[in-house]
């Protein structure tokens, strides 16, 4: 099902999370980055629009400032994650330019999502960008998002942007290959949940587990976040990110992961 989900859509939304954004060594792994890059010019080319969601912000501020790592003090993160929005959208540019495309940045906060006029401005801004062949990239603004207006997660926001594009699929990319009955890093004989059409009646019969090392989601906020896009009709896929050429491979049928449908 997941080869034909993605021949269909014209629209999609992929987001990208830490774990798959960071080497062994916790920096930005500009390998997959660029790998990954080509990958999506060439959907491009064939006719799709791409909107990413990425993570690692953070991530990479700490790759540039390594003498904060043990700050944890919110003025210290917040200050991490100005510093690495350059440093990740200057490795998202670099990703890029080989294939003559461009990129926006759009960093919002869960007060944009509640203004209607906001709404709108950042519906149009995605619609031009997208049809102008210039490849979005949205993160949420940790500069200036305290508590009170956090989206909290990029699975949320992935979410969120699929339905105010209006987009024809969401696919999620993390470090398992998909939903499983139990957590696949603590119980060897943990299988994969290949299709999901009632996420009330999965909720009851998983092992949700807890939140990975880099990222601030696990999988009850990619649960979420299915939620959230199969309720306006669309479909989410959940796959490993860090597989080779994995948006490639689970167009070809050839990588595993979990179909989420309303």
């Not at 859509?9 to 954004?21: C, D, H, M, P, Q």
């Not at 207006?149 to 992935?158: E, V």
Request: charged residues 20%.
């Amino acid at each position: 099902m997941i080869p034909e989900l993605i021949a269909q859509a014209r629209k999609i939304v992929i987001k990208i999370g830490s774990n798959t954004l960071a080497d062994q060594e916790g920096k930005i792994n500009l390998g997959f980055l660029e790998e990954f890059a080509g990958q999506v010019a060439a959907f491009i080319k064939g006719g799709k629009q791409i909107v990413i969601v990425s993570s690692g912000a953070q991530v990479a501020g700490l790759s540039t400032l390594g003498k904060w790592v043990r700050k944890q003090d919110i003025h210290y993160k917040q200050a991490l994650c100005a510093v690495g929005q350059v440093e990740l959208m200057g490795a998202w540019l670099r990703g890029f330019a080989p294939y003559s495309l461009h990129i926006g940045q759009i960093l919002l906060t869960r007060d944009d999502f509640g203004d209607s006029i906001r709404t709108l401005n950042m519906r149009n801004t995605l619609f031009t960008l997208a049809d102008e062949g210039i490849v979005p990239i949205i993160n949420e603004n940790d500069t200036v998002g305290v508590e009170e207006i956090k989206i909290g997660d990029n699975d949320t926001l992935a979410a969120q942007s699929a339905v105010l594009w209006s987009a024809d699929l969401l696919i999620l990319f993390s470090d398992i290959d998909g939903l499983y009955n139990k957590n696949p890093k603590e119980h060897p004989d943990a299988e994969l949940v290949r299709e999901v059409r009632n996420l009330g009646e999965i909720r009851n019969t998983i092992s949700a587990g807890g939140v990975n090392s880099f990222g601030t989601g696990g999988i009850a906020t990619k649960l979420d976040a299915a939620e959230q896009a199969v309720r306006y009709g669309i479909p989410m896929i959940l796959a490993h990110g860090g597989r080779s050429r994995t948006l490639e491979a689970l167009a070809a049928g050839t990588q595993p992961g979990t179909v989420f449908l309303g």
